[in-house]
């Protein structure tokens, strides 16, 4: 109702300003014509601040002056009075200047457009200027993504609603700097849009992603969305088989990662869990990405009985998976000058030493795994690390002197 009486109001207006107008040339009252001095300048301001337009007018007789706000079509002012109800519009005149001022207080987003300066002649006769009301960007929100969490292997899509004028444009970033992998044949460093789509993740898209918004009009804003990405344990162990004497104190590391973080720790052999203690130390650092850990653990003084297996084990809600490294016990042959396998009675079949040779053999062969195998019991995917690296090819070397 508000706004059909609104509009009633400017119809009413202008058709009483266009029988004016008939009027005084019927009359024959205008003697000359009016001429505008001065065009309307453009003005460009940002949301919430004020404008003034001028209308500079000579030889106005007895003909009126009204500012119209053309994408609107709606008569705002006649002469020193204002016929719009938006609180925000005055109108004011400079008679020794002979000029008639529009004023917008606050001006919105919504009062960009063309504003004409009309005078009721015969032909009415009209100049104009433009407003333009830019807006700093901002992120909508609630129309934008949080944060993503998502399996290995499976396709995201990233929303960042943006809104200002003019439109911003939205781009996106890595924080860390690194490429945008858009899927596995394309790589940016950049990319511009309000969706973002990652097909197929994997661990290396982990981490947060930056969308900005820009307009030119300061200032520039941006949200963080972090994404996650899920995957089984894997393992990999550089020495499955390590020889020391008793006496010593050794380490032993396992390389884990997993997402989300999984829990580690250590066993013997029969499965008893290894704790903290004067004769093991248990250690977890934190690699980067932070989803890679370094486990290590400490054997001090060995004893006969700290020779044998452990398993290092790592478990997630989305699987497990263990390896197992062998410690067994070594003395240096004087007359050979080198390290041997301290001999097992147990192992040893006869005279010459057949069953420790097998013994040995079987040590080699443990040696030759291209990776390292899951426990029976995992309950999820495993993916396995081939023994590597200089350290591994040291050990394997070592072994096969005997």
């Not at 058709?15 to 009252?29: C, E, F, I, M």
């Not at 949301?47 to 106005?60: I, S």
């Not at 998502?150 to 292997?153: D, I, L």
């Not at 006869?350 to 069953?355: I, K």
């Given at each position: 109702m508000a706004g059909g009486t609104r509009w009633g109001a400017a119809a009413v207006a202008y058709?009483?300003?266009?029988?004016?107008?008939?009027?005084?040339?019927?009359?024959?009252?205008?003697?000359?014509?009016?001429?505008?001095l001065a065009e309307i300048q453009n003005q460009t301001v940002s949301?919430?601040?004020?404008?003034?337009?001028?209308?500079?007018?000579?030889?106005?007789g007895s003909h009126k002056v009204a500012w119209i706000h053309y994408e609107n079509s709606a008569i705002l002012t006649v002469?020193?009075?204002?016929?719009?109800?938006?609180?925000?519009?005055?109108?004011?005149?400079?008679?020794?200047?002979?000029?008639?001022?529009?004023?917008?207080?606050?001006?919105?987003?919504?009062?960009?457009?063309?504003?004409?300066?009309?005078?009721?002649?015969?032909?009415?006769?009209?100049?104009?200027?433009?407003?333009?009301?830019?807006v700093p960007p901002d992120i909508v929100d609630n129309e934008s993504s949080n944060d993503v969490i998502?399996?290995?292997?499976s396709d995201i899509k990233l929303r960042c609603r943006a809104k200002g004028s003019p439109r911003p444009i939205v781009t996106w970033k890595r924080e860390d700097g690194q490429h945008i992998a858009i899927n596995k044949s394309t790589t940016v460093l950049e990319y511009q849009g309000e969706v973002l789509r990652l097909s197929k993740v994997n661990r290396m898209d982990m981490g947060a992603y930056l969308c900005i918004a820009s307009n030119g009009h300061p200032p520039t804003v941006s949200k963080r969305i972090l994404v996650s990405v899920d995957f089984p344990p894997m393992l990999w162990i550089p020495h499955q088989l390590i020889g020391a004497n008793r006496g010593k104190t050794v380490v032993l590391e396992c390389f884990t990662e997993a997402h989300p973080t999984s829990l580690n720790y250590w066993t013997r052999g029969d499965g008893n869990m290894i704790y903290d203690s004067m004769k093991y130390r248990i250690e977890n650092r934190v690699g980067n990405p932070d989803y890679k850990i370094h486990m290590l653990l400490t054997v001090r003084y060995l004893e006969e009985d700290d020779f044998g297996t452990y398993r290092c084990v790592a478990k997630n809600p989305r699987g497990e998976t263990d390896g197992t490294i062998k410690i067994y016990d070594q003395v240096w042959d004087r007359s050979e000058n080198r390290t041997r396998k301290r001999p097992n009675p147990q192992?040893?079949?006869?005279?010459?030493?057949?069953?420790?040779?097998?013994?040995?053999?079987d040590q080699e062969r443990s040696l030759n795994l291209p990776a390292i195998s899951p426990?029976?019991?995992?309950?999820?995917?495993?993916?396995?690390?081939?023994?590597?690296?200089?350290?591994?090819?040291?050990?394997?070397?070592?072994?096969?002197r005997f």
């Open positions: 058709r009483a300003w266009l029988l004016l107008t008939v009027a005084q040339h019927v009359k024959g009252v205008v003697s000359r014509d009016p001429i505008f949301e919430g601040r004020n404008v003034r337009f001028a209308c500079r007018v000579d030889n106005l002469s020193n009075h204002v016929i719009t109800r938006n609180d925000r519009i005055t109108v004011s005149r400079d008679k020794r200047q002979n000029t008639y001022y529009l004023h917008i207080r606050n001006v919105r987003e919504t009062d960009t457009g063309k504003y004409m300066c009309q005078i009721n002649t015969a032909s009415a006769m009209t100049i104009a200027g433009y407003l333009t009301v830019v998502a399996q290995e292997g192992a040893v079949s006869d005279l010459n030493g057949e069953g420790e040779e097998l013994d040995l053999r426990s029976s019991g995992s309950r999820g995917a495993s993916h396995l690390y081939p023994l590597a690296g200089l350290a591994g090819a040291a050990c394997l070397l070592w072994a096969r």
